[in-house]
């Protein structure tokens, strides 16, 4: 959310600036600019907001690819995405997994029920590589929802995944 101050001019008159916060990567980012009325601070805030969060998730979806692309392709359990094809391929398969959790609700979506999807997905025979994959999917899909909401239900997914590694049920 953006926050205005008023600016007393010189001439007696009242400008607002429109400043815009967001979190990334530890550090508190913002973008400010001046105007003549409220109203078009408050048009310019919203589009900001939404840019700057829009560009934080891309961010953190790219740093999810290029960890993926780094994994040792010697791994067995691992199938190296070396095209845009074969990416979107792993992506689609994740999407089809996660039909298991489409009548959920985010509000009503609970850390065990996404424990319940990980555990059904290694009955499944899902292999470690494709387990990390979803579970990275599934909390990007999370943050960029608190993005814009300005929830915390990712921590959920942190959560589920936490709990599967400490039950030795997920590496």
Do not use: P
């Amino acid at each position: 959310m953006a926050t205005y101050v008023e600016i007393a001019q010189a001439d007696g008159s009242i400008k607002i600036k429109a400043v815009c916060r967001i979190w990334k990567d530890g550090k508190q980012v913002s973008r400010s600019k001046t105007f003549k009325t409220k109203l078009e601070a408050e048009r310019w805030a919203g589009t900001v907001e939404l840019v700057m969060k829009r560009e934080k998730v891309k961010e953190e979806l790219s740093g999810a690819i290029k960890k993926l692309e780094q994994r040792d392709e010697t791994d067995d359990d691992y199938r190296s995405l070396k095209t845009i094809g074969e990416f979107v391929g792993e992506f689609r398969t994740a999407l089809d997994h996660f039909d298991a959790l489409s009548n959920q609700t985010f509000l009503m979506l609970r850390s065990d029920t996404i424990e319940g999807f990980f555990e059904g997905r290694v009955r499944a025979g899902a292999s470690s590589a494709e387990l990390l994959f979803e579970a990275e999917l599934l909390y990007s899909i999370f943050r960029y929802r608190d993005e814009i909401d300005n929830k915390r239900s990712a921590n959920l997914v942190q959560m589920a995944i936490t709990s599967l590694r400490t039950r030795g049920v997920m590496n």
